[in-house]
Structures are given as structure tokens and as C-alpha cells.
């Protein structure tokens, strides 16, 4: 058999090997109604109500580094991504289970740290944190949470559905967690350049970080959207697809699109990106729209619904309309803003095994 490198079928390549792989243990379970390929599972445990389970990784030094990150905030993020999946399928979080390996080099508090960080995001997403497991890592330190949450069948919300002629739109804005993880690696780079050169890292070196609260706090701490799940459910609102944005808008809408069939038409100067973002980008010459498609983290929900039900929702300020579902054969693109159509596919989202 030819030797093939992970990196050649890349991350969503090697979820379809997996998925052919494990294809063959799902008839025994007919109530397992969604298996991979959607932000959760979905289980069907009685006839009134749907069980969705997620389950996610954060590797240091992949997905973060413990010299910009504080523990604290890490285990906030951990219980956050997973909430975020929970609400992408318009379901509420009940509990988790949370494992963790680790060195066994690192002292007890830094554990504690963690798990204060885990225990009060916990609370603040109305979830049990119910069990998990420990264990000692050669590699750094390494969380895995798997999330349950519950829905009705009335609301559950997949990735499929959506229609031509669906309104695209976006809860918060975009772009800012990738704003902050570049400035925390500007900030990263400056202190190991301190210590390269033995001179000390004091207040005098470091940049003021307080104008930049906003983008650092998107990386560090993001906040799944668990309120406009609140919302959809009190004026009882189905969408008719959901993503949560991990990848990047541009990522995460094609996912939208082939999963339901349909092209997609958004334009550039609808996409919600916070002033603030922009400022950052221009002093690191960099651009903040770039990081609204493919920078990630954001952590908001991209939903499609109907002209008419979204009536319900108009009034409410945080969530923004960029586009329209649009037939299979027009492709998903963006309209920039001359009036150019630009192919979706040839900006990239984030691949954890691309090089
Ligand atoms: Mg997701």
C-alpha cells in the first residue's frame, strides 16, 4: 500500500477515511438519526426530545500556547468550543466530561487554574461539568471535552435545509479572534526576543495591550452564542441551517452549502467586522476581512432562514444579513466591493494538517 502523508488528504480528507471506516457500526443504533458530518451527533432518545454530543480537542502548541495563554481562560475556551457546536445544532448544553493529559512536570495549581476556568464557564452556560479522565502526557498538555445537549425535534437545526432564496446571516462580528492571535504572537516575538538578548521583559517592553482588550479577548475568551439559541427558542425559530464559524466564514458557508445542496451570494460590505478589527489590521498592515473568511475562532453562528420567519428576528441588532442561498449552479461566492464575484473556494479556511 502507497505510503500516504496526513497532510496530503489534508484534515476533512482524513474525517472521510474515518467516516467510511465506521460507517459500518451505524444500523445498529436506527435512533442515532445524525452521525460525522454535522457540528454534533444526533440521538434520538424518546420521541419528544433530541439528544445532540459533540467532542472536542485542544492540543498545546496547536491550538494554543501556555506562554500567551492563561489557564484559566484555556479552561473557559475548552467548555466554550464545545458549547458553540451544542447551539450550531439550535440546542442547550446539560453536561460534560472533560480529560485531560498532562505532564507530569506541571505543578497541581496550574491543574486547579484550568479547572476554576472550566467550572465557571460551566455555570455560566447553565451545564454540569459530570465526569472525565486524567492522564499523564510526554507531549504537553492536552484537553478533550465531549459536550451533551438537548433539543425537540421541532427545533433541531442541521447543516442541510437550507433553501434557495434563504437569507445568509451571521450573529456578532468576525475577524476579531484572528486579530488577537496576531497580536498576542507580535507580543510573543518581542519577549523572546528580550530573552534572547538577556535583557529583561518589563513593563517598559510590553505594549500596551489594553487597547487591543477587545480582539485578545475574542482569542482567549471566546463566548459561544448560547443567547441567540434563547432567542430562537423563545419566538420558537428554526433555522433552516446552522454552523458555528471555527474555520472562517468562507469554510464554514461552503460547508452550509454543500451539505444543503445550494450556491451562496454574500457581499463583502455586510460582512460584520468590529471597527476595532480594522484598526489592528492596518497597524499590522494586515487585512481584516482576510481574517473574517479565513481566520477563525470566531465562534459566531452562520445560520440561513426564511424571508418570512426572519421578520421574527429583524429587530434584533446583533445579528447581521450578508447574502442569500442562491442554486447549486451559481457556486458560493462573494460580491467585493466593486461588484466582483469572487469564487468561495479559492479563499481557504484553517486545515489543523496543512503545513
Ligand atoms: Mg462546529
Known sequence: MPFTAIPEIGEFGLIDRIASLVASTLPAVPELLTGIGDDCAVFRPSAELLQVST???????????????????LGSKAISVNVSDICAMNALPRFALVSIAVPAS????????????????????????????????RSGLVISVTMIGEVSPELITRRSGAQPGDLVCVTGSLGGAAAGLKLLMREKEIMLNHIENNEP????????????????????????????????????????????????L??????LCRHSNTGALIHENHIPIHAGTRRIADELQDDALTWALTGGEDYQLLFTISKERYQAIAENRG???????????????????????????SIKGFDHFSS
Open 201 to 248: 521583559y518589563t513593563k517598559s517592553v510590553i505594549s500596551d495591550l489594553n487597547e487591543y482588550r477587545e480582539a485578545i479577548q475574542q482569542q482567549l475568551l471566546p463566548l459561544a452564542r448560547i443567547e441567540i439559541v434563547r432567542l430562537f427558542h423563545a419566538k420558537h425559530i428554526q433555522p433552516s441551517s446552522m454552523i458555528d464559524i471555527s474555520d472562517g
Open 55 to 73: 467532542t472536542d480537542i485542544l492540543a498545546e502548541q496547536v491550538h494554543f500556547d501556555l506562554l500567551t495563554t492563561p489557564l484559566q481562560h
Open 319 to 345: 445579528i447581521s444579513v450578508i447574502g442569500e442561498m442562491t442554486d447549486p449552479e451559481s457556486g458560493v461566492h462573494l460580491c467585493d466591493m466593486y461588484g466582483m464575484k469572487i469564487d468561495m473556494e
Open 106 to 137: 506541571f505543578p497541581v495549581t496550574m491543574i486547579e487554574e484550568l479547572y476554576v476556568g472550566i467550572s465557571h464557564a460551566a455555570k455560566e452556560y447553565g451545564l454540569a461539568i459530570a465526569g472525565g479522565d486524567t492522564s499523564s502526557s
Open 250 to 255: 468562507s469554510s464554514d458557508l461552503q460547508h
